[in-house]
């Protein structure tokens, strides 16, 4: 059963903008923070982008995306968004979008719960 789907990806020029979704189950949604990561082709690791508390709004940003990405919640659709402003090249990758409990405060773990992923092609 698939339990977190991505939408929005696509390929922008340097300096666009991008909105990614991630409609998560309800069970997901009720009992976990939210977030995202990235992974760059041809890389193993995946890199932590932004996470959420959906129940008290704090958030957390990976520096590389500080004041460019913003990271927001909309409870009533069980969906989390990344709006992604001023993308660059190095911000090409497939997103994805996460669940689990260390998701905020951010501890850097494997998250229990993936989405299928969404490209994010930025050309310069």
């Known amino acids: 059963e698939v339990q977190l789907v991505e939408s929005g990806g696509g390929s922008v020029q340097a300096g666009g903008s991008l909105t990614l979704s991630c409609v998560a189950s309800?069970?997901?949604?009720?009992?976990?923070?939210m977030g995202w990561f990235r992974q760059v082709p041809g890389r193993k690791e995946r890199e932590g982008v932004a996470?959420?508390?959906?129940?008290?709004?704090?958030?957390y940003y990976a520096d590389s995306v500080k004041g460019r990405f913003t990271i927001s919640q909309d409870n009533a659709k069980n969906t989390v968004y990344l709006q992604m402003n001023d993308l660059k090249p190095d911000d090409t990758a497939m997103y994805f979008c996460?669940?689990?409990?260390?998701?905020?405060?951010?501890?850097?773990?494997?998250?229990?719960?993936w989405g299928q992923g969404t490209q994010v092609t930025v050309s310069s």
């Open positions: 309800e069970y997901i949604y009720s009992r976990n923070c």
């Open positions: 996470g959420i508390d959906t129940g008290g709004g704090g958030t």
């Open positions: 996460a669940a689990d409990p260390t998701l905020f405060p951010w501890s850097g773990g494997a998250p229990n719960y």
